[in-house]
């Protein structure tokens, strides 16, 4: 079971390397970590194994978190009024996205981060994205709101990039022309 001793923080060079493809089948190993990362997400959003094993929650993780260099990630996100989305994604891709970008008005965090960082991070607000199930079945979707936010950040860590490097250093909280803050389910 993955827990927080397994996830490598800021600073450690994995973070910053790009992850390399996965070759089909993958291997039970690959296979095991795939679903093992989903598997840390659940038990990271359980208020009782969340305590029970001090995890931090978090709606995704990526293999290189685990210092796995290897192109794949887990979202969960569920309870956020649109439909749910639980999927561990092998060699994804951003194959379109719109021209309007969003952030989330709190920012972003990071399991590998143990530390605010305060800061817009603007993020395409539409994408489809491509990629594979761990079996090597194709998947096409289309992602907005809160689940393309995250699937951007995981992407980003597949390529060596962490949220901070998209907050402007002089101007965290600057607005930027193209980008809306996200809204809550709310304010929709
Ligand atoms: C805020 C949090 C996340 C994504 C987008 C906005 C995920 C945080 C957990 N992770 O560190 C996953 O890499
Ligand atoms: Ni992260």
Do not use: W
């Amino acid at each position: 079971m993955i827990t927080m001793d397994q996830i490598i923080r800021e600073g450690h060079p994995t973070l910053r390397k790009k992850a390399e493809e996965l070759q089909f089948p993958l291997t039970e190993e690959e296979k095991k970590t795939a679903a093992e990362m989903l598997v840390f997400l659940k038990n990271s959003q359980n208020p009782e194994t969340a305590e029970k094993y001090g995890l931090r929650a978090g709606i995704g993780i990526a293999a290189n978190q685990i210092d796995v260099p290897k192109r794949m990630f887990a979202l969960h996100i569920v309870d956020e009024g649109t439909e749910p989305l639980s999927m561990t994604i092998v060699n994804p891709k951003i194959v379109s996205h719109s021209a309007q970008k969003s952030y989330l008005p709190g920012g972003e965090g990071c399991l590998s981060v143990d530390r605010d960082v305060p800061g817009f991070v603007p993020r395409y607000s539409k994408i489809t994205v491509k990629g594979f199930t761990p079996d090597g079945e194709p998947i096409k979707k289309r992602l907005k709101g809160l689940q393309a936010i995250a699937f951007q950040h995981e992407l980003d860590h597949l390529n060596g990039v962490m949220f901070y490097d998209h907050i402007d250093p002089d101007e965290p909280f600057r607005k930027y022309p193209d980008a809306e803050p996200l809204k809550t389910d709310e304010e929709k």
